[in-house]
């Protein structure tokens, strides 16, 4: 078992849907991540909350509005997705600091785009 | 350029034979880790190396880092067929405040 939660596991949803991911995790970390995974690719970041704060954005398209409610909480909205957006998408955590800190990863969701 | 960049392998290997994999970045670096990936799983933190450190072990696993020529290799010994899933590195670059992964090596551990 991962100490990383995710869900829902799966989502299917179609182009004009709203939907969101919700990740939790117990540690105690301040730093979480959101990325996307593509078959037999590496994670691609996608946004990191620190301390409650976005501090990155990898110039992710505006169809996907992160959220860190609190401290043991993420979520991602999705709205108006594209097929090319289907993917895994992952949650991970860490303690802030990002040197030598290693990151926590949830199982993903698996997520298809009509 | 792409940090943590493995030699693009695949690895087919008997249980109980060791397997290798590299990787190979381009600038300067705080530490290196390797990531496991089972099928259908997220990411598994197997270890860290720290840029002023040249090898380190934890169990089964033995990771070296060259800075000098900018590599490291993850050593798996006694492998088990628990072990077959893709292995990444991932680069934690100074003055860059997230991971890099690699592109990743599949490892299978035929029984």
Same mark, same amino acid.
Request: proline share 4%; glycine share 6%.
């Given at each position: 078992? /991962?100490?990383? /939660?995710? /869900?829902p596991?799966?989502l299917v949803m179609g182009m004009t849907n709203k939907k969101s991911l919700k %990740?939790? !995790?117990?540690?105690?970390?301040?730093?979480?991540?959101w990325?996307k995974?593509?078959?037999?690719?590496?994670?691609?970041?996608m946004f990191?909350?620190?301390?409650?704060?976005?501090?990155?954005?990898?110039?992710v398209p505006s169809r996907f509005s992160p959220e %860190?409610?609190?401290?043991? =909480? =993420?979520n991602l909205h999705l709205h108006a997705l594209q097929?090319?957006d289907s993917a =895994?998408y =992952? %949650?991970?955590?860490?303690?802030?600091?990002?040197?030598? !800190?290693?990151?926590?990863?949830?199982?993903?969701t698996?997520l298809s785009i009509? | 350029?792409?940090?943590?960049?493995? +030699?693009?392998?695949?690895?087919?290997?008997?249980?109980?034979?060791?397997? $290798?994999?590299?990787?190979?970045?381009? &600038?300067?670096?705080? @530490?290196?880790?390797?990531?496991?990936?089972?099928?259908? #799983?997220?990411?598994?933190?197997?270890?860290?190396?720290?840029?002023?450190?040249?090898?380190?072990?934890?169990?089964?696993?033995?990771? $070296?880092? +060259? $800075?000098?020529?900018?590599?490291?290799?993850?050593?798996? $010994?006694?492998? #088990?067929?628990?072990?077959?899933?893709?292995? *990444?590195?991932? &680069? +934690?670059?100074?003055?860059? @405040? #997230?991971?890099? *992964?690699?592109?990743?090596?599949?490892?299978?551990?035929?029984?």
């Amino acid at each position: 078992d /991962t100490e990383v /939660t995710q /869900t829902p596991k799966h989502l299917v949803m179609g182009m004009t849907n709203k939907k969101s991911l919700k %990740c939790e !995790q117990h540690m105690g970390h301040r730093a979480m991540y959101w990325y996307k995974q593509k078959a037999k690719k590496p994670p691609e970041l996608m946004f990191v909350y620190s301390y409650e704060k976005l501090s990155i954005n990898e110039s992710v398209p505006s169809r996907f509005s992160p959220e %860190c409610p609190n401290s043991s =909480l =993420l979520n991602l909205h999705l709205h108006a997705l594209q097929p090319e957006d289907s993917a =895994l998408y =992952l %949650c991970a955590s860490s303690q802030v600091d990002f040197s030598g !800190q290693p990151q926590h990863f949830g199982d993903g969701t698996r997520l298809s785009i009509l | 350029s792409q940090q943590g960049e493995e +030699d693009p392998q695949a690895l087919s290997i008997q249980e109980g034979e060791n397997a $290798t994999m590299n990787c190979s970045y381009k &600038t300067s670096i705080n @530490n290196l880790q390797w990531y496991r990936q089972n099928s259908g #799983r997220g990411l598994v933190h197997l270890i860290l190396i720290r840029s002023n450190e040249r090898e380190k072990h934890s169990g089964r696993l033995r990771v $070296t880092l +060259d $800075t000098s020529k900018k590599s490291s290799s993850l050593l798996i $010994t006694a492998s #088990r067929a628990a072990d077959t899933a893709s292995y *990444f590195c991932a &680069t +934690d670059a100074r003055g860059n @405040n #997230r991971l890099a *992964f690699g592109k990743g090596n599949q490892v299978v551990v035929i029984p």
